[in-house]
Structure formats: C-alpha cells, structure tokens
C-alpha cells in the first residue's frame, strides 16, 4: 500500500534559474530537500523539510517542473539516531551485492534505516516511504515566459 499526501504545489516547485545570481530561486522547500545524490555520496543531506511537525528527507523527484506533470517527491522521516529503536544501516552496507536486493524488497522502503548526516548530527530515515504530491484542488496556473521566444517584428 503507498502512502500518499497532497501538498501545497508551492512545496513542490521546480524553481527558475536566475542567471544573475547564478542559482535557482523559488524553489519548494520539499524539492529543495532532494538528497538522494548526497546519501548516496556519503555526503552530508541538504536542508530537510517539515510536515506536521515531523522533519522529511526527499530522495526521489518525478513530475516535470513546468506543470505539465503531476510534481511528486519521495520521502522518508528523519529521526535521530538515539531515538531509533531497530539497528541502523549505512547505505554502504545496504547496497552491498549481497544486501542490494533484500534492500530492494523492503517493505518499508529501500532507504528505511539509512543513516545520514545533517548540520553535524546524525540521523536515520524511518519508512514506509511517503509520496508528496502537488495537490490539483491548489494547483496555480503556470506562467508561460513565451514572450523571451518571440520573433521579432522587423524579422
């Protein structure tokens, strides 16, 4: 059974590149949480995300970010290590050849019990695995920038 909750689309907005200050702006507080390349990495996790109180990690994104496509995160809550009653992994060890396809199977999800690190704490991600998606009842049109594509007149 998967779990689903619907979110404002604001949390799980793509963002735009601003080229003067060289980054994206706008970007969903969910969306920016995405750090499934870091887990992977051994690296420390981006900036998680609250929800009902209860810290969030993303580590999967779908969806298009110019609205064309549902926008849906996975996640996983963060709880700190003390606080974890079962055993917890690294990602390293979860992958292991001989681990990777139990890890495939869990039923609480492929990163349930992974250990990361955040602002020098560290934490475990607790499944089951939850879908945040953009909920269509707050969905805002999306602006369409066509006018940076027209030709021009004199042409």
């Known amino acids: 059974m998967e779990n689903i909750l619907e979110v404002d689309p604001a949390r799980l907005a793509w963002g735009f590149y601003d080229h003067k200050a060289e980054d ?3 970007v969903g507080d969910i969306h920016a949480s995405y750090s499934g390349d870091c ?4 690296q ?9 109180r209860e810290l969030w990690l993303t580590v999967g994104l779908s969806g298009s970010g110019d609205g064309t496509h549902r926008a849906t995160a996975s996640a996983y809550r963060l709880l700190p290590v003390r ?4 055993t917890p992994i690294t990602y390293e060890a979860k992958v292991r050849p001989d681990q990777g ?4 199977n869990d039923p609480r999800g492929f990163y349930d019990g992974v250990t990361v690190k955040h602002g020098g704490q560290s934490f475990v991600l607790c499944g089951p695995e939850v879908q945040f998606v953009a909920s ?8 369409e920038q066509l006018g940076l ?4 007149e004199a042409a």
Do not use: D, N
């Open 24 to 26: 994206y702006i706008e």
């Open 39 to 42: 887990i992977a990495s051994g």
């Open 44 to 52: 420390p996790v981006r900036k998680p995300f609250r929800h009902e």
């Open 83 to 86: 606080l974890y009653k079962r």
């Open 101 to 104: 396809e139990a890890a495939r």
């Open 136 to 143: 269509a009842a707050k969905a805002q049109p999306v602006q």
């Open 149 to 152: 594509f027209a030709l021009s």
